[in-house]
């Protein structure tokens, strides 16, 4: 979980952890130089043993998500930025999933706005619920993601032995460095999802997806 100025929501995204059904987990928080309240606000989850708090100087969130991958100890890797949460199950479900034979697997997800409440969004609907997982994640499956990222980040569990395998999140890039890593791997591993909402995306307006969406289309060049 990078941390970075959520005060705000920080407390959302470690408690939807703390509450999943799925008991073996480990937390990995690191804040990257926040400025506002947020480490005092995570300091006392660190009561529990299983949540660990990292602070460093601002680095940008790919050399942050690195680090934390570095000193995860699990065979399973998630993500959760953290104005983001879990529901409950989702552990559980993408667990069951990994250990049926899958190497990751992806949930549906609800985009909320800032109160939590849900979007009804039609451009995150169609990108990470109404497609047809078997068509999508089949064949050429790396040029599908050329035309859009199906996979939100804080959606995703996978196999820790890929990161070793196809690398870590390319520090270069700011937006586009999940995508790049998933059309990586994409061709060569099973990816499953599970057909429930678990995760649930914030969606913080017009103006942030519109400047993402315009510096994606510029990184999605330099990726090709």
């Avoid at 009804?120 to 497609?131: I, S, V």
């Avoid at 064949?139 to 996978?158: H, Q, R, T, W």
């Avoid at 870590?168 to 591993?189: C, G, R």
């Amino acid at each position: 979980l990078p941390s970075y100025n959520y005060e705000r929501y920080i407390e959302v995204a470690i408690n939807s952890v703390l509450k999943q059904t799925y008991a073996n987990w480990e937390l990995i928080i690191i804040d990257d130089g926040s400025s506002d309240n947020s480490v005092n606000i995570i300091k006392p989850y660190t009561k529990n043993k299983r949540i660990r708090l990292y602070t460093q100087t601002n680095q940008g969130v790919t050399k942050t998500l690195n680090k934390a991958f570095k000193l995860a100890k699990g065979d399973y890797i998630c993500f959760l930025d953290a104005d983001d949460f879990y529901h409950p199950k989702k552990l559980e479900k993408q667990v069951q999933m990994l250990e049926k034979g899958y190497d990751l697997v992806t949930t549906k997800v609800s985009a909320v706005d800032a109160e939590g409440k849900n979007s009804n969004d039609k451009f995150f609907n169609l990108w990470w619920n109404t497609f047809d997982p078997e068509k999508i994640f089949g064949p050429d499956i790396e040029f599908k993601f050329f035309n859009g990222n199906y996979l939100c980040k804080s959606a995703v569990m996978l196999k820790k032995e890929l990161f070793e395998q196809y690398e870590m999140f390319n520090t270069k890039l700011i937006t586009a460095y999940d995508l790049e890593l998933w059309i990586k791997m994409l061709p060569h591993i099973k990816i499953g999802r599970c057909n429930n909402i678990l995760t649930y995306y914030r969606w913080h307006g017009l103006n942030e997806t519109t400047t993402n969406t315009l510096r994606m289309r510029a990184e999605i060049l330099l990726v090709y």
